[in-house]
Each structure stands twice: as C-alpha cells, then as structure tokens.
C-alpha cells in the first residue's frame, strides 16, 4: 500500500496559490504565509475565495494531486483534472456496465448492501458502548429492521427497489441519530438531515464532512484509473461525480458520521464554532472550520486494519484501497466489488 | 522519513554564488527552510537518493561540503525548538 500523504487546506480568504520551483506557496497580498514541497501532498483543498494559479494547477494534475475548491460555506465548486489518462480499457469497461442496467444493479447491490451494514455496525456498538445512555431495546430493534433490509438489498434485481431500501434504512438510522449524541445535547440536536443549506449545527458538521470525503474518494478513484463521474448507482448528471457519491455510501457511516459524533462527544467542537445566517443556514466560523480540519487530518492518519485486505493502513487510505478493489473487479481480476463492512 | 541537510558553498567567486543558489533551490524542491542553508527533507528512499545525487552534483567538492542527517520515521520526539521564526512539519495538518 502506498503512503497516506497530507492534504494542505487553505481556509484564509484570499489567498494565493501558486508553483514556484517544486513548491506550492500561499500567499496573501504581497505577503507569503506557507510553502509546501509538492512531493509531501496528496491534495490541495481551498476554502473561499482562494485563486490559484494556472502552472500549479498544471503541476497537481501532472502529479495527481488533487486541486479542489469549496465556497465559504463548503459546497463543492471545481475540482482540477488533468489530461485523461491512464487505462482505457479499464474505463471502457466502466462505462460499459454503468450502461447495462442489470450488471449496475450488481455493483450497486454492494455499496448499499455495505452502507446500511455499516449503519447496523454503529446502532450495535452504541448499544456495547453506552448500554446505560440509549434506550438499549429500541436499538436493537432497528438493528433487526436493518438485518432484514441487507437480506432484501441481497435479492435486489432493480436500482429502484434498491434506493428505496436504502432511503428506508437512512430513515431508521437517521431516528438513532440525535440519541447517538451524549455530550453538549443543547446545542447539538438532530431534528433530521437537511442540506443546502444545513439548517442546525449536526446538519453543519455532516454535510461539511460529506463534502470532504467525496473529493476523497472521487480522487481515489481517479487515481486508479477510473472515471469518477460514471457510476452504477446514482445516474449520470453533467457535473456529478456519481461513481464517486455511489462508493461514498458505504464510507459516510464509518468515516463521517463517527468523526462528526466524536467531535461532539469530546467536545472538541462547541456552540461558539458556529454561525447562523439570516437565512436560517448554519456555518462553521473560521476557527471551527480550522479545529475540524485538523481533527480530520488527524483521524485519516489513524491505523486501522482494512478488514478484506488484512493490511494495515491509516484511515485516509480507505476510499483508495476500496477504488483498488473496485478497478480490481472491474478488470476482471475478483468475483465481485468487495465493499467495506467495517468491524 | 525526515533528513536534515545542510551546506556550506564557498561564495568567495561568482561560480561559487551561483552554485549556492542552485543548491538552495534545489533543497527547496524537497524541503522546508528551517534556518539559512538548513533544510529539512521529509522524503522516502528513493527521493533522498535523488536529492543526494542532484545535489552533489551542484557543488564543487574542493570548496563546498553537504551533510546528511537521517532522523527517520519517528523524528518528532528528536526535533526541538528554541526561539523565532518556528516552521511548518509537512506531516502535521496543514490549515494555512
């Protein structure tokens, strides 16, 4: 497995980006306020108005360092990509099943299949854990429902069926949710999921952690040679990283939604990190922001042992090992996707 | 792992100038500024390889001389401080 690289976030308005020599150096004004050697970057992910310059984008995309911009308020803007390279064959084949309805609903079966595992996994540990703080019975309750609907999802021959399982299984995990949270329950309440904007303080954390976790993955896939924006699941839409959202599914439980709960359980994050607009939209303020990148990067370089490969590797290598085995089953060289069913 | 390379290019000619630019430069490239003609490397295998071989043959090894100091992966208990102008690791989050 290769090494787990940093990602450089740049969160100050108005910087600078640009390329001198081998380095990318920040700057805003006349003043320069960082310079990183490119070798020890995996990504470059601005926040606001940043602006970068041409020959660094040309330098990332040569490098595969992924170049992304997000708003002020995290939604996703561009992504840099370079020429496309890489295996045609494996892309072709790639866009041949995405077109093929049944083969899809096979590919598709298992990322759903590993999300809503995934999802019984957090209900069942939350039961372990704080036996004494949930409503024990009613988790376990949930947890069966959700046995039912992987066995349901197994037999699954219609991407249809399928979303509407796994919007079912989204409900009833999403119930669990606000009870998930121990700590601080006065600032931090889960009246349910919204986005675009996220109307509550959970809703701000889940989906700015969503969005990072998407560009993760869609160059993870790029970096194995895929085209993150075909997928099997979620159906093609000009601008839409579908591939990317579909492998998504079955991490969002396991990366995001645990990293959001932690930052609320430790009280890592607080009521004061936070903005409500007119609108009703929720921010994070800058030094929320900061603390949650910091504790983002802290959580990928976590070893976890990847339970189908038997390897160790830090956390921010999952959506990478999963492309790998994704391109894997694509090339013919596996049975099938083999989805992370984290333990 | 983490290398600490300094040097010491003799400037007392225009040649010698020269070849300490293009020795900062190329330090530059692969790490980060910590003090004048200090650099500190985080590099794998065949990168410090590279940085070594690029770099010994910039200077001229009559007048100037580079030191190598490996600290490996676990170099952050072996790294301290003291006073101004702190720097960036390339291996902690980066939130600029």
Redesign the interface.
């Known amino acids: 497995m290769r090494k787990l690289l940093n990602t450089l976030y740049v969160t100050t308005p108005d910087a600078y980006l640009s390329l001198n020599g081998e380095n990318v150096v920040v700057s805003k004004g006349e003043e320069e306020i960082g310079r990183i050697p490119l070798h020890n970057l995996e990504g470059i992910c601005t926040i606001g108005w940043a602006g970068a310059s041409p020959a660094l984008m040309y330098a990332c995309a040569e490098r595969n360092i992924s170049l992304c911009f997000l708003s002020s308020s995290f939604r996703f803007q561009t992504r840099v990509i370079g020429e496309s390279k890489g295996n045609v064959v494996l892309r072709k084949t790639q866009y041949r099943l995405s077109d093929d309805e049944k083969e899809s609903v096979k590919i598709a079966r298992n990322f759903i299949f590993a999300k809503v595992c995934n999802q019984k996994w957090i209900l069942e540990r939350a039961t372990r854990n704080y036996p004494m703080r949930i409503d024990v019975p009613t988790f376990k309750e949930s947890s069966k429902y959700l046995t039912e609907i992987m066995k349901r999802i197994l037999v699954t021959e219609d991407l249809e069926l399928l979303r509407g399982l796994e919007g079912q299984a989204a409900n009833r995990y999403f119930q669990h949710f606000n009870e998930l949270i121990l700590q601080q329950k006065d600032d931090f309440y889960f009246h349910g999921r919204s986005r675009r904007p996220p109307m509550d303080n959970v809703n701000a954390l889940l989906s700015f952690s969503y969005t990072l976790l998407a560009n993760e993955v869609a160059s993870a896939l790029e970096t194995v040679g895929l085209d993150a924006y075909v997928g099997f699941l979620h159906r093609d839409r000009p601008g839409r990283a579908s591939l990317a959202l579909d492998m998504m599914e079955e991490l969002r439980s396991v990366i995001a939604d645990r990293f959001v709960l932690n930052l609320i359980n430790k009280k890592i994050i607080n009521s004061k990190h936070f903005l409500k607009k007119e609108s009703g939209a929720v921010l994070l303020t800058d030094e929320g922001r900061k603390i949650f990148l910091k504790a983002w990067q802290e959580r990928k370089q976590e070893q976890i042992t990847h339970p189908r490969l038997n390897e160790k590797i830090p956390f921010g290598l999952v959506p990478y090992a999963q492309a790998l085995l994704l391109a894997r089953f694509l090339r013919g060289d596996a049975e099938e996707y083999a989805p992370f069913l984290w333990k | 792992m983490l290398v600490l390379v300094t040097y010491d290019v003799n400037t007392e000619t225009k040649a010698g100038q020269r070849r300490l630019r293009k020795v900062a ?1 190329k330090c ?5 500024r910590v003090q004048n003609s200090v650099f500190e ?4 295998h065949t ?1 410090f390889f590279q940085l070594k071989k690029e770099l010994s043959e910039i200077i001229n090894e009559e007048t100037d001389s580079l030191r190598f100091y490996q600290l490996g992966n676990k170099y952050k208990t072996k790294v301290e401080h003291v006073g101004a102008k702190t720097t ?1 690791n ?7």
């Open positions: 430069k530059e490239a692969y790490g980060i490397c985080v590099v794998d990168q960036l390339v291996e902690d989050p980066l939130i600029l």
